[in-house]
């Protein structure tokens, strides 16, 4: 087995094609997050993201996507930005795990959102989870029977409130795989307002993200693309939502809404129109992500597997970033399975970004970063 580790950009199109047919061929990972065209937009606007290029008798069998960062310690493509991480192989491929970080030149690496099962890291998996989906293989009246049939209260009173907004702020409307630049900021401004507001860290106060939601806003293939979906009321935008899909594939990634329309439950319904129009466009799931939401729970009709694991070789930097992390992510577990835990920690990031978001910037969506 042979491992050549190269920059995004380095890969040629017969690496390319091969990612791409590794990938069509496993329904295990069909996630945008593990494309090649996501791979190569994260190159051209980090230099720390790396591909292990694995043959196998002189046959490509996968591809790792990762960043090294300082002393060796590796992230997942992303880190935290994403909701889906793994290698990229052939069904059958398996080698020791370590033996890839030897390859990579690390010493460590710690997954939150894993593919779960996969031959390679699956000795390694520390907790395993659902994530919800919104199953979309039946059509979008097939789904809306199950959720219906589950809570009928629930879906009766979304309904309610989308036909009140109309009455109240003109008529409702949704926009499919909008091209607004405008539109795209208008959502990001109100997820930074979000993140600032719960106590969250705000990823867009970070220039390279914005660029990255932009790019992946002009992506348009068959196989990848960015799609941004608003709800407007009248003129007015009420709620939105980015994400990236596969051919099959949309995966949640930023949903948001103008407060202003809050008592109008505008984020639930939105999801509803999303999930019609993703199925008319022929998509069969939407991947909401990991996490316990009250929403997700009640939109779910199915779930992915996701696990968090920890590959480490003997060195310092190994003990002293599992000192670093460890603790801190076995506590943030102990608080995620625990509801009364859960909801006092939540309380208590409200309260702090709404202390802090006075003295923090907005974001300023007037201007694109494209073009400076």
């Known amino acids: 087995m042979k491992i050549t580790v190269v920059c995004p950009g380095e890969l040629g199109e017969p690496e390319i094609n091969r990612w791409r047919e590794i990938q069509k061929a496993s329904p295990a990972l069909d996630n945008p997050f593990l494309s090649v065209d996501f791979t190569l937009a994260m190159g051209r606007l980090r230099d720390r993201v790396r591909?292990?290029?694995?043959?196998?008798?002189?046959?490509?069998?996968?591809?790792?996507?990762?960043?090294?960062?300082?002393?060796?310690?590796?992230?997942?493509?992303?880190?935290?930005?994403?909701?889906?991480?793994?290698?990229?192989?052939?069904?059958?491929?398996?080698?020791?795990?370590?033996?890839?970080?030897?390859?990579?030149?690390?010493?460590v690496i710690d997954f939150d959102y894993l593919v779960a099962g996969q031959p390679t890291f699956?000795?390694?998996?520390?907790?395993?989870?659902?994530?919800?989906?919104?199953?979309?293989?039946s059509g979008f009246d097939a789904y809306v029977e199950q959720i219906r049939a589950a809570s009928p209260k629930n879906y009766k009173t979304v309904r309610y409130k989308e036909r009140k907004l109309g009455r109240e702020h003109g008529?409702?409307?949704?926009?499919?795989?909008?091209?607004?630049?405008g539109a795209l900021h208008t959502l990001l401004r109100w997820k930074s307002d979000q993140y600032q507001r719960t106590g969250r860290v705000d990823r867009f106060a970070q220039p390279w993200i914005i660029r990255l939601v932009e790019e992946m806003h002009a992506a348009r293939s068959d196989d990848f693309a960015g799609v941004l979906t608003m709800v407007y009321a009248g003129d007015t935008p009420v709620a939105g939502h980015f994400g990236l899909r596969t051919a099959q594939t949309l995966v949640g990634w930023f949903p948001a809404y103008?407060?202003?329309?809050?008592?109008?439950?505008?984020?639930?319904?939105?999801?509803?129109?999303?999930?019609?129009?993703?199925?008319?466009?022929?998509?069969?799931?939407?991947?909401?992500?990991?996490?316990?939401?009250?929403?997700?729970?009640?939109?779910?009709?199915?779930?992915?597997?996701?696990?968090?694991?920890?590959?480490?070789?003997?060195?310092?930097?190994?003990?002293?970033?599992?000192?670093?992390?460890?603790?801190?992510?076995?506590?943030?577990?102990a608080v995620v399975d625990d509801p009364r835990l859960f909801k006092a920690a939540d309380r208590l990031l409200k309260a702090y970004g709404q202390a802090k978001s006075r003295l923090r910037p907005r974001f300023r969506s007037h201007q694109s970063t494209r073009t400076r």
């Open 258 to 333: 103008d407060t202003a329309y809050a008592p109008y439950s505008p984020g639930i319904m939105h999801h509803l129109h999303l999930a019609e129009h993703a199925a008319r466009a022929g998509l069969h799931q939407i991947d909401m992500g990991k996490g316990d939401r009250e929403y997700k729970d009640w939109l779910k009709t199915g779930v992915l597997m996701v696990a968090e694991a920890r590959v480490a070789r003997p060195s310092p930097t190994t003990a002293v970033q599992w000192a670093g992390r460890v603790p801190l992510s076995r506590l943030r577990t």
């Open 122 to 137: 699956s000795p390694y998996e520390t907790d395993v989870r659902p994530a919800p989906v919104m199953d979309l293989g």
């Open 51 to 107: 591909v292990a290029v694995i043959e196998d008798g002189g046959t490509v069998t996968g591809f790792f996507p990762y960043e090294r960062h300082a002393f060796g310690v590796g992230r997942p493509l992303g880190g935290f930005l994403v909701t889906c991480h793994g290698v990229i192989a052939t069904p059958e491929f398996k080698m020791d795990a370590r033996e890839l970080l030897r390859a990579c030149r690390l010493s």
């Open 171 to 181: 008529e409702v409307r949704f926009d499919w795989e909008s091209a607004d630049l």
